[in-house]
Nanobody, 123 residues
Framework: QVQFVESGGGLVQPGGSLRLSCAASVFSLDRYAIGWFRQAPGKEREGVSCISSSDGSTYYADSVKGRFTISRDNAKNTVALQMNSLKPEDTAVYYC????????????????WGQGTQVTVSS
């Protein structure tokens, strides 16, 4: 079945790090990139990062560029998001999602089948 399974969230202090992982059943579709969006209470969802399924090109929101790194493991159908130098404003539920290649570099999520993983950055 088509599904995403997100993991790796948790509570971390400002400046700390977390590594999120997404296991995806549609990882290899040429039409899509795969990555992450996030949503905080009372706020609109925000595309965070994605990686192309075809050539491995990476894309980042300005708010996370230089702090987050996305990677993939095609053999395992997984995508990881290494998050360093975390800030309180990074607090949100993070969802693995597909992104249409045709929409890039705009980080507009297309579809997510996962439940998300909570990231909380607080002292």
């Amino acid at each position: 079945q088509v599904q995403f399974v997100e993991s790796g969230g948790g509570l971390v202090q400002p400046g700390g790090s977390l590594r999120l992982s997404c296991a995806a059943s549609v990882f290899s579709l040429d039409r899509y990139a795969i990555g992450w969006f996030r949503q905080a209470p009372g706020k609109e969802r925000e595309g965070v990062s994605c990686i192309s399924s075809s050539d491995g090109s990476t894309y980042y929101a300005d708010s996370v560029k230089g702090r987050f790194t996305i990677s993939r493991d095609n053999a395992k159908n997984t995508v990881a998001l290494q998050m360093n130098s975390l800030k309180p404003e990074d607090t949100a539920v993070y969802y693995c999602a597909t992104f249409l290649v045709s929409r890039l570099p705009d980080l507009i999520p297309f579809r997510s089948w996962g439940q998300g993983t909570q990231v909380t950055v607080s002292s």
